[in-house]
């Protein structure tokens, strides 16, 4: 199994950032893929961004693209989500999620574990 916690969420006005972090612990070796997904009030789950455990390859939602970043630490487990120039729309709890192969990185049913979110307010 693979436990995942993150961190960093917060209360931001528009314009500001946020860097969130998602630490992998437990038999991280499954690991291929990680994922970040967000779930705002009354909406469904969707697709942030990816990046691939081995070559660090990075993918992103047109919503977010320019203006989040994902990054990993190999050594530490870790996957960071750096989030700037945030909207009010981006409001939502984040969740990171792992994945034990490549696949399509923007189906969150494929992923097989997740963290248990964490909550990012953009005030207007």
């Known amino acids: 199994q693979v436990q ?3 961190s960093g969420g917060g209360l931001v006005q528009a314009g500001g950032s946020l860097r969130l972090s ?3 612990s437990g038999r991280t070796f499954l690991m291929n893929a990680m994922g970040w997904f967000r779930q705002a009030p009354g909406k469904e789950r969707e697709f942030v961004g990816a990046i691939t455990w081995s ?3 990075t993918y ?3 919503s977010v693209k320019g203006r989040f ?3 990993r630490d190999n050594a530490k487990n870790t996957v960071v989500l750096q989030m700037n120039s945030l909207k009010p ?3 939502a ?3 990171c999620g792992a994945r034990v192969d ?3 990185l923007d189906r969150g049913y494929e992923y097989a574990y997740w963290g248990q979110g964490t909550q990012v307010t953009v005030s207007s």
Do not use: F
Request: proline share 0%; aromatic share 12%; hydrophobic share 35%.
């Open 102 to 104: 490549i696949g399509t």
């Open 60 to 62: 992103y939602a047109d």
């Open 55 to 57: 070559r660090g390859n």
């Open 4 to 6: 995942l916690v993150e």
């Open 22 to 24: 998602c630490a992998a």
């Open 93 to 95: 709890v984040y969740y």
């Open 69 to 71: 970043t994902i990054s």
């Open 89 to 91: 729309e981006d409001t």
